[in-house]
Structures are given as C-alpha cells and as structure tokens.
C-alpha cells in the first residue's frame, strides 16, 4: 500500500495571504497521479488539482498551484490570496495507475483555516 | 458534481443490526468506490467495483459487503453493524477510461450506538 503523509495537521493564514500545505508519499513506480481535494465544513470533497508524474511543469489552477518535486516524492500546494471560503480539510492522495484498481491513497489532511 | 447521490445520508442504528446504504451515478461510469473517512486516517478505500457484478477489496473491507447489479447502483452492506463502523462513508466514481479523477457524492454519516 502507498503512504502519504501530511506533517501539518492544522495551518491557519489570513486573508490574502499564501500559505502551503506539504505532502510527501511513498512509492516504488514510476508513474503514478497525485491530487489535492478540499473538503469544506459541507463534507463534500472536491477535487483541486492533479499532477501526472510523467509532467514536470507543476499544475496549476487559479490562485492554487504545487510544487512537484519527483525525486524528493513531495507535493505541496500553495494557495495564493486565501479567501475566507479557502476554510477547509485538504487532502493529498495517490493514484497508481498500473494498479487494476486505479484507487486513491490519502493523507491525514490538514485543517487550513483562513482567517479575516 | 458527477451525478453522485448517496442515501440515506445520515443513520443511527444499533450494534448487530444490517445496514445498507446506496450510491447511485446518473452517467454510466464503470468504476465505483466505496471509502470511509475517520479522523487521523484521511479516506480509505473499502471495496470498489469495475463493473456490473465485478467487486474486489480494498484495504479495509472487513466487515463490509458490496453488490453492483446494475451500472447505476453500488449497495454498501455492513452485515453486523459494530461500533468500529462508525464513520462517514463516501462513494466515488471514476471518470476512466482516459481520466483518472475520481469525484465523490456528498457522503453518508453513519453512527453505531
């Protein structure tokens, strides 16, 4: 089975401002998918950004961005001018896609809180 | 949001009793998951199908029954419910072939007193 880890359990920014959120993973394939899904006080999980680790240009979208970093097999997330509805769990996952079962393996999440 | 739909979407129920809950897609995809979500341990995947009658485990199936009779459909049956049952339970589906996301329905909380 993967392992992800996510070190931070809680992270708190204000408004505005940049904050990053780490992930690291551990795997022996080469080819693989990792994510980040937000999952706000709603419960619904949400998908934010993916990285196929063939690509090295890191994903972005919108105001959130990752820095994919093969070698080290770290995948953090940057969110940029955090918003108040930024308030959320986050969660990094894992996909291999060699696997017949193309499941994800999660992290722990962190709790990102953003304050006005 | 995929056209996920779980249900019941809160249960209270008590030791030893059965317990079904239902995910259903509106878009024909073939992959489905069933994930529970407990503090400290993120998702973990339960069981997942790959088609109509075509189940497997995942990491932490014991416990937990799965049937796919038709593509729509995904039934979660905790035969015996236990405490250790009590948890939020997510279905999912995969956009494959051709794209690996998977998207979530809203979730189902479960309790087991």
């Known amino acids: 089975a993967q392992t992800v880890t996510q070190s931070q359990p809680e992270m708190s920014v204000q408004e505005a401002e940049t904050v990053t959120l780490s992930c690291t993973y551990d795997t022996s394939e080469n080819n693989y998918y990792l994510f980040w899904y937000k999952q706000p006080p709603s419960r619904q999980m949400i998908l934010v950004i993916r990285q196929e680790a063939y690509k090295q240009q890191n994903a972005t979208e919108n105001r959130f961005s990752v820095n994919f970093q093969k070698a080290a097999k770290s995948f953090s997330l940057k969110i940029s001018d955090s918003q108040l509805g930024d308030t959320a769990m986050y969660f990094c996952?894992?996909?291999?896609?060699?696997?017949?079962?193309?499941?994800?393996?999660f992290g722990a999440g962190t709790t990102v809180t953003v304050r006005a | 949001d995929a056209g996920i739909t779980q249900s019941p979407r809160h249960k209270v129920t008590e030791t030893g009793t059965p317990v079904t809950l239902r995910c259903h897609q509106t878009?024909?995809?073939?992959?489905m998951y069933w994930y529970r979500q407990d503090p400290g341990h993120g998702l973990r995947l339960i069981h997942y199908?790959?088609?109509?009658?075509?189940?497997d485990k995942g990491e932490v199936s014991d416990g937990y029954s799965v049937s796919r009779s038709k593509t729509e459909d995904f039934l979660l049956t905790l035969e015996s419910a236990t405490s250790s049952q009590t948890s939020v339970y997510f279905c999912a589906i995969s956009l494959l072939p051709g794209n690996y996301e998977q998207y979530f329905g809203p979730g189902t909380r479960l309790t087991v007193t």
């Open positions: 996952a894992f996909m291999n896609y060699r696997s017949n079962d193309y499941k994800l393996s």
């Open positions: 878009e024909n995809h073939r992959y």
């Open positions: 199908s790959y088609g109509v009658k075509d189940t």
